[in-house]
């Protein structure tokens, strides 16, 4: 039976994409969302309640990165910092930019 090489460069343009590398967003976005669960809640929430607002923080974030860089795709080519994105360099097509925000 052959097995199909899984292309780990690809992986890590869509982990780009949704700006997994750069994990700060992620945590200034939990810290108000732990904060508040912590003050509904008067201390610890439950393992569930944690886990669905971490997962919820991280679909959204990313799904915001991914309409981001497909709405700004012309213009960051122009800038410096932005013109590497896999949008920009084409290393991830539109259509699949398309498909991973609506996974």
């Known amino acids: 039976m052959k097995y199909k090489k899984i292309n780990f460069d690809k992986f890590y343009r869509y982990l780009s994409l949704v700006r997994l590398n750069k994990p700060i967003g992620l ?12 003050l509904s809640n008067r201390g610890l929430p439950d393992f569930y ?3 669905i607002f971490t997962a919820g923080v991280f679909f959204m974030r990313s799904a915001g990165c991914i309409v981001n860089d497909y709405i700004d795709r ?3 080519a ?7 994105r896999p949008l920009v360099d084409c290393s991830i097509s539109t259509q699949e930019a398309k498909i991973l925000f609506f996974y």
């Open 27 to 38: 945590y200034l976005l939990l810290w108000p969302t732990y904060c508040a669960l912590w």
């Open 49 to 51: 309640l944690l886990l």
């Open 78 to 84: 122009h800038v410096t910092r932005t013109k590497k």
């Open 74 to 76: 012309k213009f960051d």
